[in-house]
């Protein structure tokens, strides 16, 4: 009987060892918006896309939003951050009041001179590696033509390690009609650039698509 | 080495390397083919005894787990019986003391009734009104001629008159004493139906008495029956365990499904107090917040229903004083109740982040928000749900019992199944080897055919020569040589 006991008990403790509080999965998306030029007539789409991450994301994961203009390494580029709460009460709040901010941005949003890409890719993941999620994502809504401002120092490895970075919507421009290799070519450097720094590189043209976005 | 190098040991060509081996092969099997026979026939043979005495063990074995089967059935079904013999007789015993306590004050109420009745019943005998005395002196009279005198006739008239007002007055007090009886006969009425009511409610209870008894005596036959260990009634009784074994298991599943709709209700708003994003193995610190609420609802109601005697699965709660087992009557229906008030409010809170999430997700596809009608109806339907849910899965004890004492009969059966197909496929085994042995013999002999027409023909040349019967030593020669056969 006092084995019997003995056994229980030491299961029990195997168990309950076994079974200790573990941290979730959680997500941390960054959204990169560019407004330069023409494309901010594409910014319907964007708010579509970031209706898409509300409804996806969970309680734990994170969010942020930025555009892309000038110079773009810097928070005041930022739109709307948050980290949804733990409570899911509090955290459909959070998007209520996120979606607030990103339908805000795009009915007042103006175009800008310059198209600092790297600069708001450079921040996004900084922000990302603060929130120590574990899956970590920078979506880059643009059509990935970089117009840096004289003077601007870019061409360096960015540090984006475990970090997948997302081209969503890359239009072809007028010149890329004219020479589709460009825009393979433009393809192909941002690629190289997300490789160097240790991150994932996708594409995803097809918006009604998205719900494989986040799939890991 | 390879194995091409060992087939081309003898040769370059390969065709006759192998011819030497096969040469070679046979005369060695050749010369071992008595060793190699006895070798193959003690293999086989000593397969088939051990198979065969696997086969006898697990029979024994299945033996000894029928009738421990059959013990664990009669065992089951004699408490069974006994518990039904003691609950009937707490029944009669209340009947006695409900009903025929009271008899001897019935009886006297019965005795006074009819001692009442019969009072009532001389009272009320009728007394037929006398006859004056003078009615023949007047009768007399009345046949006295009249002659026309109108004196006599005058006498006769007042006579008449006399007679007819004696008469009338006579049937006055007739009636008169008539209607008194009859006001007796109606006071004896209540008396009547009282001592009917009587008389019914202990005919009821004698009736009940005797329906019990029948009752009794049947369940007293069964219980002497399975004392002698009849195999009748060891069968009915396994008939019946099985039977609960299913239904039991039946009502467990409905209970089961009961339970995750019950999970599905609190889950979700547990993450409101839990969170929503722990995890503790791989499970969601919410989910598994759910699951225990139910658990516990569930032991919650096994603890109620032992202490209600209900059920019988923890003796130290039965063998509790009766003090005690009403506390913890109160103690677990309490916090039952409280449980079934927590998860009332959590299914309501649920309501309210389904309606959040859904004016979220309008919102995110972005439509207006639309304003429902008859909204309250699922949520008073959901905190009712989630009101009911754990009072209803607190009788899961009930099935449960039923299914645990079914579960030892029924798990007695199929094992004592299962050890008898074993049993027949090890015999089946040890004769196949056994077969197969003797299949082996013959197949060694046909691969060494061609010395053994050689050494037959030599034989047959040397009893031709010696005048004897070359088919007798033939006989002889296969069983010196070839080895015993199994």
Not at chain 1, 2 to 21: F, P, R, S
Request: proline share 3%; with cysteine.
């Amino acid at each position: 009987m006092k084995i019997h006991k003995l056994l229980v008990t030491v299961i029990l403790c195997a168990g309950l060892i076994a079974c200790g509080e573990k941290a979730p999965k959680t997500k941390a998306v960054y959204m990169l918006i560019d407004t330069s030029g023409t494309y901010t007539r594409e910014l319907d789409k964007a708010q579509k896309i970031g209706n898409y991450l509300l409804g996806s994301l969970n309680s734990g994961d994170s969010l942020a939003m930025a555009r892309i203009d000038s110079g773009s390494f810097s928070e005041k580029d930022i739109i709307s951050k948050v980290t949804f709460d733990m409570r899911p009460s509090l955290a459909t709040t959070q998007k209520h009041q996120f979606k607030r901010q990103l339908d805000k941005f795009v009915s007042n949003a103006k175009p800008s001179a310059h198209t600092d890409i790297s600069g708001a890719v450079l921040q996004a993941a900084e922000f990302l590696n603060e929130t120590q999620a574990q899956e970590k994502y920078i979506l880059i809504f643009s059509d990935l033509e970089e117009d840096l401002v004289k003077g601007q120092i870019r061409d360096f490895t960015m540090p984006l390690v475990q970090i997948k970075v997302i081209a969503l919507n890359v239009t072809k421009l007028r010149s890329d009609n004219i020479d589709p290799r460009d825009y393979l070519n433009r393809l192909d450097n941002w690629e190289k650039r997300v490789y160097e720094g240790g991150g994932l590189w996708k594409v995803v043209n097809d918006l009604d698509r998205l719900d494989k976005l986040l799939d890991s | 080495m390879s194995i091409s190098e060992i087939i081309t040991l003898w040769s370059d060509n390969r065709g006759l390397s192998l011819l030497i081996w096969t040469v070679l092969l046979v005369t060695a099997m050749y010369l071992a083919r008595s060793s190699a026979h006895q070798s193959i026939a003690a293999a086989a043979r000593s397969l088939r005894a051990a198979l065969r005495m696997t086969a006898a063990s697990l029979v024994a074995l299945e033996q000894r787990m029928v009738k421990r089967n059959q013990q664990v059935i009669l065992q089951a079904g004699q408490e069974s019986t006994e518990r039904a013999i003691e609950r009937e007789f707490q029944r009669v015993n209340a009947i006695v003391e409900r009903d025929l306590s009271g008899y001897p004050a019935a009886q006297r109420t019965i005795t006074d009734l009819i001692g009442r009745i019969e009072s009532d019943y001389q009272a009320s005998n009728e007394t037929p009104p006398s006859p004056p005395e003078w009615l023949a002196a007047v009768d007399t009279i009345s046949r006295i001629e009249k002659g026309g005198d109108s004196t006599v006739s005058q006498v006769l008239q007042s006579i008449q008159e006399t007679i007819e007002s004696a008469h009338e007055e006579t049937v006055k007090a007739y009636r008169k004493s008539s209607l008194d009886r009859l006001q007796v006969l109606k006071k004896m009425l209540p008396s009547w139906r009282g001592l009917s009511q009587t008389v019914a409610s202990m005919s009821s209870a004698v009736t009940d008495l005797s329906e019990r008894s029948v009752f009794i005596d049947k369940q007293m036959d069964k219980y002497e029956r399975i004392r002698r260990k009849d195999e009748q009634v060891a069968r009915a009784l396994a008939s019946s365990s099985l039977t609960q074994f299913f239904v039991a298991g039946l009502v467990l599943v409905i209970a089961t499904f009961g339970g995750l709709i019950n999970y599905q209700l609190i889950a979700l708003p547990m993450s409101e107090m839990v969170g929503g994003v722990s995890e503790i193995g791989g499970w969601r610190t919410a989910d598994i917040a759910a699951m225990v609420i139910i658990m516990v609802e569930v032991a919650m109601g096994l603890f109620l229903l032992e202490s209600l005697r209900i059920t019988h699965l923890f003796p130290i709660i039965s063998s509790m004083d009766d003090k005690m087992r009403k506390r913890m009557v109160f103690v677990t229906l309490t916090i039952l109740t409280i449980l079934a008030t927590v998860e009332a409010s959590l299914a309501y809170m649920r309501d309210l982040l389904a309606l959040d999430r859904e004016a979220l997700a309008q919102s995110l596809a972005g439509a207006a928000a639309g304003n429902v009608e008859f909204r309250w109806i699922p949520s008073i339907g959901q905190m009712v749900m989630g009101f009911i849910l754990p009072f209803a899965l607190a009788f899961v004890a009930i099935p449960l019992e039923s299914f645990i004492h079914a579960s030892r009969t029924v798990i007695g059966l199929v094992t004592a199944s299962v050890v008898r197909v074993l049993a027949y496929a090890a015999k089946m085994t040890g004769q196949m080897m056994y077969q197969a042995g003797r299949i082996t013999i013959h197949v060694y002999d046909m691969a060494i055919f061609l010395p053994l027409s050689v050494e037959h023909l030599v034989r047959n040349s040397k009893a031709a020569h010696e005048g004897d019967d070359p088919d007798g030593i033939n006989v002889t020669h296969d069983e010196t040589v070839g080895g015993t056969k199994p």
